[in-house]
């Protein structure tokens, strides 16, 4: 029974989290902590999405505009009105969650690849207008977060692996959340809703409010990982944090780590973000070009082998391991 | 517990419902019989919300249900099982009947123990931690059965929950339904299985081309010479009053 998490269990993801947390001892290199520390950015954003893609399986690939809302609500905020990002964050977060409100009411009632493409249409509506609108936004320029003091209170650290411990402790907030909603009534709805969303309003539930519920609250994730990114890389620009790419990026880091399992999205970005890291940094010419070809041809492997991601390699492990015994005991 | 009033369904150009007018009391086993395409299924997709009449009024239990999305009927008291089985093919057993449960239910735990219960009733106990997709025709459709029970209705619409069963089956489905009743649900019963239907029901309507064309007791409309012409046929109607 899968009711109660055994005591077990438990302790190993409180080990796990303690491990995620000490990492900065381990005395890594500059490098590789400022990659750790992106790794765990992108592991909150895509966690906001696994909640409604995955969970549910409405794929948007429209999820930039919440980690830009956040990027840029707190960025605005904090170069314009000197406001704290612990402040602008949260702000951002609830702008996101209204958008995602707005968003919803207008593509819940389509589906499959309709309710894709609108809202990735959508999300090339924000970039547009976030470029237009210069005199606030800083337009296609966009906005440097200037350094005033190397201070907690506002957020600032000279170096991006200063940051590392405030993301790794978002990543735990992130994924306990995803985690309570799975086994939540919320979750065992939404995973109706994907199956067969007939059905589940034949069960009596709210199939609306449920998606409703899970796109605001993967708002909010995805928003706080955008302020924390402006915040490390002191700067937002529309190509950065609301792009296409980003979208498609933080849809496929859940998509491959599995998106149906709350430690999808860590998996997916843990593998995938170092990688796309060294992919950039094996500079240009064949080597750059093969590195994109690798990559895409692993996505691709990945993808065909396992449609449930590495998730679901582990599970069909798990279902491995249980059978054997029972083989074994039989004549 | 029901009245449907005027009830008609087009879609573009071709009418499914054409004025469709009954009403069943609490506690009946209503059969509802018609030939293929006679509207029987869209009649229940209308009656749970899943698609819209265009005109007409359903009033289940003193109150206008034709405006409500299927999720407000459902907790009013009204839902149905497919004929198209539409189980969670992803999730196991229980937590489909659990996700019924939890219309109701104060917590996870509760409705894993309403789910259990109802699992028990259909006949699925020692199925619980399978996967849905992988129980057989005739349990999926057991289990669209216990999950709709889950949601505590009072008036349950069954569409061809005996197609493929054996004889033997069929008569513990009989009982089932029957000990449900005995429970106060009220049922809605779509069937093809004429004999089944006829130990079952205490009233038939027969829907043909989007109105009914007869209704009364089993006997009394499997003698009703217009729906052993549009349905039953000659020979077999005379084998099944014999």
Redesign the interface.
């Known amino acids: 029974m899968r009711t109660e998490a055994p005591w077990g269990r438990r302790t190993l993801l409180a080990i796990g989290a303690l491990a995620l947390l000490c990492v900065p001892l381990l005395h890594l290199s500059d490098y590789t902590m400022r990659v750790a520390t992106m790794t765990c950015v992108y592991v909150v954003a895509a966690a906001g999405w696994t909640l409604i893609g995955g969970y549910a399986n409405q794929i948007t690939l429209g999820q930039a505009t919440m980690f830009g809302i956040g990027a840029y609500v707190s960025t605005m905020l904090f170069v314009h009105f000197h406001v704290s990002p612990w402040i602008g964050g949260p702000l951002g977060a609830m702008a996101a969650a209204l958008a995602a409100a707005v968003i919803g009411l207008l593509v819940f009632r389509l589906w499959g690849a309709y309710f894709a493409l609108v809202t990735l249409a959508l999300a090339e509506m924000v970039r547009i207008l976030v470029e237009y609108a210069q005199p606030i936004t800083g337009g296609p320029q966009g906005i440097s977060v200037p350094f005033v003091r190397n201070s907690l209170w506002l957020l600032q650290f000279p170096e991006a692996k200063d940051y590392y411990e405030i993301a790794a402790l978002l990543v735990i907030l992130a994924l306990a959340l995803a985690r309570a909603v799975q086994s939540s009534p919320l979750g065992y709805r939404l995973r109706a809703i994907r199956d067969d969303e007939v059905a589940a309003k034949l069960a009596g539930i709210n199939v609306f409010r449920t998606k409703m519920i899970a796109f605001m609250l993967g708002a909010v994730l995805t928003a706080l990982a955008g302020t924390l990114y402006a915040q490390i890389t002191g700067f937002v620009d529309p190509d950065s944090v609301l792009s296409i790419t980003l979208s498609v990026q933080l849809a496929l880091y859940a998509i491959i780590g599995g998106a149906q399992v709350w430690w999808g999205p860590l998996a997916g970005a843990a593998l995938l973000v170092p990688l796309g890291q060294a992919m950039t940094g094996s500079g240009s010419g064949a080597g750059a070009g093969l590195a994109k070809i690798v990559y895409g041809l692993l996505l691709v492997a990945i993808v065909v082998i396992q449609p449930l991601g590495i998730a679901g390699f582990v599970k069909s492990l798990q279902r491995r391991k249980r059978a054997a015994p029972s083989e074994a005991i039989a004549p | 517990m029901i009245t449907v009033r005027g009830i008609a369904k087009h879609f573009g150009g071709l009418t499914v419902l054409r004025d469709v007018n009954f009403s069943v009391a609490a506690g009946e086993i209503v059969g509802l019989i018609g030939p293929n395409g006679a509207g029987k299924s869209t009649l229940f997709n209308i009656l749970?919300?899943?698609i819209r009449a265009n005109s007409g009024e359903i009033t289940f239990e003193g109150r206008r249900i034709e405006h409500l999305?299927?999720?407000r009927i459902?907790?009013s008291g009204l839902?149905?099982t497919?004929q198209i089985v539409?189980?969670?093919?992803?999730?196991s057993v229980v937590?489909n009947a659990?996700?019924?449960a939890?219309?109701h239910a104060r917590?996870?735990?509760q409705?894993?123990a309403e789910g259990l219960a109802a699992l028990k009733r259909v006949g699925l106990s020692g199925s619980e931690e399978r996967q849905a997709s992988d129980l057989a025709l005739v349990d999926r459709m057991r289990l669209?059965l216990a999950?709709?029970l889950?949601?505590r209705p009072r008036l349950l619409l069954v569409d061809e929950l005996m197609a493929g069963l054996n004889a033997a089956e069929v008569s513990a489905m009989l009982e089932l339904l029957q000990s449900l009743r005995d429970e106060g649900i009220t049922l809605i019963v779509i069937e093809h299985n004429m004999a089944a239907l006829m130990r079952l029901c205490d009233r038939v309507l027969a829907l043909d081309t989007g109105s009914i064309i007869a209704q009364g007791t089993p006997e009394g409309v499997s003698r009703d010479p217009r729906v052993i012409e549009s349905y039953l046929g000659e020979k077999f109607a005379r084998a099944l009053n014999s």
């Open positions: 749970c919300g899943i999305q299927p999720h459902c907790e839902t149905k497919s539409r189980v969670f093919a992803g999730m937590e659990l996700v019924g939890l219309l917590s996870v735990a409705a894993r669209e999950r709709a889950c949601t």
